[in-house]
Structures are given as C-alpha cells and as structure tokens.
C-alpha cells in the first residue's frame, strides 16, 4: 500500500504525462483535442484509470476512443518513462462522462433561469444601468479616492 500523498502525486505525474504525450507526440488522425481530465491510481500502483474526454459529437469521441486505444501502449511508455518507478500501472482509458453532465445540467439550469425571468435569454439586451457605462462622476466615490476637497478638520489639524 503506498501513501496517499505518493497516489496523488503519481497520479497527476501521470496525467501530465499522459496528456503531453497525446498532444505532442500522436500524430494519429482519429485523435481529435482531447483532455486528460483525470487518473484514478490503485493503491497497490497496479493499474491506472485514465480519464479523457474530447470536443465534438458522439462520432468524434468513438473515433478518438478507437485511436487511444491504438495508440495506448505509447501512452504507457511515455508514463513509464516519466513515472521514475520500479513498476509502471497498467494504463486503461475511459472516457469522462463528467464534462457531457456538466454542460447538460448547465444548459438546464440557464432554460430554467429563462423561464422564470431570472436572467434574460440569450441576444437580449440588457436592462438597467450599464456598469461599463459608468462615467465615474458619482459624488461619495471621489471623496473616498481623495479626489475631491479634504475637511476642514483635516486641514486644520495639520
């Protein structure tokens, strides 16, 4: 059993591993931009789950799983390279359903919003004051900044 500490910082070892060597050096086609968003690490160090996910729609993410899957003994190479370990994991990849669920709930929630009249939808102008518009001439922010008149007790005091 390793410390957890050492699981941690194998884990992100091999995940910055991981993800410079897909981004840098496959060179495969099938392989579209895609994130290492995490590893799992046993705690025995005997196998690591790489978590990925990629941009685009469901026949991107097959053709880029099929092209990991060719290229996963590289990937494993390059981690046990970096690794610096006696025993490098067994490296097995699985797709991050996490991102997909996020933007799921997320455009939920903005409909949701929209339907109660929390925040307008999308392309409609804004109500109320503009903060961008702001000509700074408010009174009580130029006596704050110093920029207006001292007191006459300030004055007198020094």
Not at 142 to 156: C, F
């Amino acid at each position: 059993m390793a410390n957890p500490r050492r699981i941690k910082r194998l884990e992100k070892v091999i995940q910055q591993a991981a993800a410079n060597h897909a981004q840098r050096e496959l060179q495969d086609p099938r392989i579209g931009l895609i994130s290492i968003t995490r590893v799992k690490l046993t705690p025995d160090l005997s196998q690591a789950i790489l978590f990925w996910s990629v941009i685009g729609e469901e026949a991107q993410r097959r053709t880029t799983e099929r092209g990991l899957q060719d290229a996963l003994p590289s990937i494993q190479r390059a981690i046990a390279k970096s690794m610096q370990t006696r025993v490098t994991p067994r490296c097995e990849l699985r797709y991050d359903e996490g991102m997909e669920h996020a933007q799921r709930l997320e455009s939920i929630f903005t409909k949701l919003r929209e339907e109660r009249g929390d925040i307008e939808p999308v392309g409609s102008p804004p109500e109320g004051d503009d903060p961008a518009l702001d000509d700074g001439s408010d009174e009580t922010d130029a006596g704050e900044a110093g920029g207006g008149k001292p007191d006459s007790e300030a004055e007198t005091q020094s």
